[in-house]
T-cell receptor, first 112, second 113 residues
Framework: TQLLEQSPQFLSIQEGENLTVYCNSS?????LQWYRQEPGEGPVLLVT?????EVKKLKRLTFQFGDARKDSSLHITAAQPGDTGLYLC????????????FGQGTELSVKP | NAGVTQTPKFQVLKTGQSMTLQCAQD?????MSWYRQDPGMGLRLIHY???????DQGEVPNGYNVSRSTTEDFPLRLLSAAPSQTSVYFC????????????FGSGTQLSVL
């Protein structure tokens, strides 16, 4: 069974702080997606990374795909209360026809 | 611009009851799927479909049935509900395959007593 370990599971910080969320696996991924989910809603795609070592920026969010395509990170600079939500990573497993596996999620709470 | 529409939003069942969760998309997507979300376990794939008339099992298919008679609709049937099926269920679609950008519905919160 492929696992995509996401850490930390919970994160509570003050507005203005920086944070990093990690996704790690022993599997190689052809691509990795990051989603954000608000209470009572479905996940919404933030970004897809495809190339090993790739870095993508979305305003204050920076996404990185590991060189070996087995891990990824999401860094938020100067977090704001509007960043509060559940962040999910999802990797497409290379040797299984792109089967998508999800991490357990990181519950982020940013207090004003 | 509806996207993916799921009904109902909330449902309470008694053990042994059956029901169907509805999912419809208006984006002409070929790929549709059902996930369940449980605390600390992320999203787990139940069943998926790559086009009308084609369905396949995902990671946790037991106790669930699906069919895909049209491109737009992909209902999920619980044949005999069990407390272990208490969860939040999401329908998701993408243009052509399972590893492309997924568009999710807003979910159905199901409790089985």
């Amino acid at each position: 069974t492929q696992l995509l370990e996401q850490s930390p599971q919970f994160l509570s910080i003050q507005e203005g702080e920086n944070l990093t969320v990690y996704c790690n696996s022993s599997s190689v991924f052809s691509s990795l997606q990051w989603y954000r989910q608000e209470p009572g809603e479905g996940p919404v795609l933030l970004v897809t990374v495809v190339t090993g070592g790739e870095v993508k920026k979305l305003k204050r969010l920076t996404f990185q795909f590991g060189d070996a395509r087995k891990d990824s990170s999401l860094h938020i600079t100067a977090a704001q209360p509007g960043d509060t939500g559940l962040y999910l990573c999802a990797g497409a497993v290379s040797n299984q026809g792109g089967k998508l596996i999800f991490g357990q999620g990181t519950e982020l709470s940013v207090k004003p | 611009n509806a996207g993916v529409t799921q009904t109902p939003k909330f449902q309470v069942l008694k053990t042994g009851q059956s029901m169907t969760l509805q999912c419809a998309q208006d984006m002409n997507h070929e790929y549709m799927s059902w996930y369940r979300q449980d605390p600390g376990m992320g999203l787990r794939l139940i069943h998926y479909s790559v086009g009308a008339g084609i369905t396949d099992q995902g990671e946790v298919p037991n106790g669930y049935n699906v069919s895909r008679s049209t491109t737009e609709d992909f209902p999920l049937r619980l044949l005999s509900a069990a407390p272990s099926q208490t969860s939040v269920y999401f329908c998701a679609s993408s243009y052509s395959s399972r590893n492309e950008k997924l568009f999710f519905g807003s979910g159905t919160q199901l409790s089985v007593l």
